[in-house]
Structures are given as structure tokens and as C-alpha cells.
């Protein structure tokens, strides 16, 4: 894409002169204005860029107020060939609910972390029993493939019947209802903590409709938090005494498989998380 020439910058208006004796100047104050790209191709929506007029770049020999108002010209007439210029272009994803609204699939790179709840979220008219899938592999330890969710026979921690502190991954628990969320919590603090020679800690999302379905569309939501201890409340984990560095929302079309398998491999794939140990970030992958 061309770049957009309309843009005039400060360093192509002309200057303005120095005080001449005995006539007074007023200069403008800091203006800004946003706009949000908008040539971004179909199926993409673009961002928001605010662009500044910085003080003292427009004079007046009227008012400070008539300086401000050239420079608010100066914002209008450029702010959008800006935007277009510096802005954006993300890919919008599915739809969801009931009453749809559109989800923007966000960054996918997760800043310094110790815990991550994934809660996998669906709005009425969805579906019904929505079931989950959230595992490790490519660890090389024996909790590969060892999913947490209904019907897995792993029990609700692992290791079962380990506390929040002392489990690797942790289920909220069976949701069978016709909206609501279903959580897991990965604790890769305990994981690197006991794996020292693990480099990168792999997860794996699934999942499939137990029940009737609707628009069959779920929200994933994975949010990551440092410090402080997790506990179960519901069918949610909580963070107490800790920080939440990031939340990050997509969504995904589950169909209703011919048959309810417990079988990871024969269900809807959502995506991968991938911890790295050295920097504690990590980064999210969705299949589309």
C-alpha cells in the first residue's frame, strides 16, 4: 500500500516568525486529536492513532484561543491521513452469542507471568454443557496429555487432589449450563519450579459441546497474572495479592461433533499457549 501523502507535517508548515517588537503573540496550548485507520482490507478493522499538535507550534497576534483553533484545523485536515499512515490493520474474527458482537483477536504475545486461567466462555443461545480440554504437551514429562476437563479421568488437579499452590493445572469444574464459563488454571511457577530443565512449557485448548447447539460460538479468555495465590471459587480461579498483567479475549466456532468423545484429537482444536521459562512471557496461538 502506497503510503498516504495528504499528511502534512510540522516540519513542512511554514514557520512561524520571531516576536517583532511591540506586537503581541499568543501560541497554542497541546492539541490532540483521534482518528482510527480506515483502508484496512475487508475482513480487518484498524486501530486508533491520536495525533498531537504540539505547544507552541501556531501563533496569533489575537488570542491563545485563535492559536488553538489553528491548530485544531491543522488536526482535522491531517489526523486521518495520519491514522492511515501510522496506524493498524487486525483481523476480525468470529462471531458469538445470542446477540452477536464482533471480537477483535488481540496481540498474542503475553508479557512477564507466573499463572494463566484460561476460561473458555459461552453467551446463551450458544450451546448447552460446553466441554473442555486443557493439557500439556511436548514436555517430555508424564503430565503430557493428561487433560483436565469432564470425562478425562485425571480428576480435578493435576496432580489430583493437589491444592491451587502444589497443582500443575487446575479445573473450576463441570458447567452444564446454557451459558456460563468453564476454567483451568496452569501454574507454571510449580511446573518450571519442579521441571528446572524445561526451556518452554507447552498447553494445549480443545473442547466440544456435550448438549444441544446454538450458533455454537465460544469466547476463549486467557488472563495472566503474576504473584499472589489462586483459589477456586465457582467455576472460576481467582488471583488474591497478585497482579494481572493481561486478558486476553478470541473467538472460535465450536460445531457439535457427530458423537461426545473423549478424545482430544477428536474434537475442535482451539489453540496452543507456549510459556517461556527464561523470560516468563509467552505467546498464544488460535486455530482458525
Not at 484496512?40 to 489575537?62: E, K, P, R, V
Not at 530443565?197 to 495472566?224: H, K
Request: charged share 15%; hydrophobic share 35%; aromatic share 10%.
Amino acid at each position: 500500500m502506497e503510503e498516504n501523502t495528504e499528511y502534512k507535517s510540522f516540519a513542512s508548515l511554514e514557520q512561524s516568525n520571531p516576536d517583532i517588537t511591540g506586537i503581541t503573540k499568543y501560541y497554542n496550548t497541546v492539541r490532540t486529536l483521534a482518528a482510527t485507520k480506515n483502508d484496512c482490507a475487508t475482513g480487518s478493522t484498524g486501530n486508533t492513532i491520536t495525533l498531537t499538535a504540539n505547544a507552541n507550534q501556531f501563533a496569533s497576534t489575537i488570542s491563545i484561543a485563535d492559536a488553538n483553533a489553528q491548530a485544531d484545523a491543522w488536526l482535522t485536515t491531517n489526523v486521518q491521513a495520519y491514522a492511515n499512515n501510522s496506524g493498524t490493520c487486525r483481523r476480525i474474527t468470529a462471531w458469538r452469542g445470542i446477540n452477536p458482537t464482533c471480537i477483535i483477536e488481540p496481540t498474542t504475545t503475553l508479557s512477564n507471568f507466573n499463572y494463566m486461567v484460561v476460561r473458555y466462555k459461552w453467551a446463551l443461545g450458544a450451546g448447552v454443557d460446553f466441554d473442555t480440554f486443557t493439557g500439556f504437551i511436548n514436555t517430555g514429562t508424564e503430565w503430557d496429555n493428561k487433560y483436565m476437563g469432564y470425562g478425562h479421568q485425571q480428576g480435578n488437579e493435576l496432580p489430583n487432589g493437589k491444592l491451587a499452590a502444589d497443582s500443575y493445572i487446575m479445573w473450576a469444574g463441570d458447567n452444564t449450563q446454557s451459558n456460563g464459563v468453564e476454567s483451568c488454571l496452569v501454574n507454571f511457577s510449580k511446573m518450571t519450579t519442579d521441571y528446572p530443565n524445561l526451556n518452554t512449557i507447552q498447553v494445549r485448548m480443545a473442547g466440544a459441546w456435550f448438549n444441544s447447539v446454538g450458533t455454537g460460538n465460544i469466547d476463549i479468555e486467557v488472563t495472566t497474572y503474576l504473584g499472589g495465590t489462586m483459589s477456586k471459587v465457582g467455576y472460576d480461579i481467582i488471583n488474591t495479592g497478585g497482579t494481572q498483567v493481561q486478558k486476553e479475549t478470541f473467538s472460535k466456532h465450536i460445531p457439535k461433533p457427530p458423537n461426545w468423545v473423549n478424545d482430544v484429537n477428536a474434537v475442535t482444536n482451539i489453540g496452543y499457549v507456549t510459556f517461556t521459562k527464561s523470560s516468563s512471557t509467552g505467546r498464544i496461538v488460535i486455530t482458525y
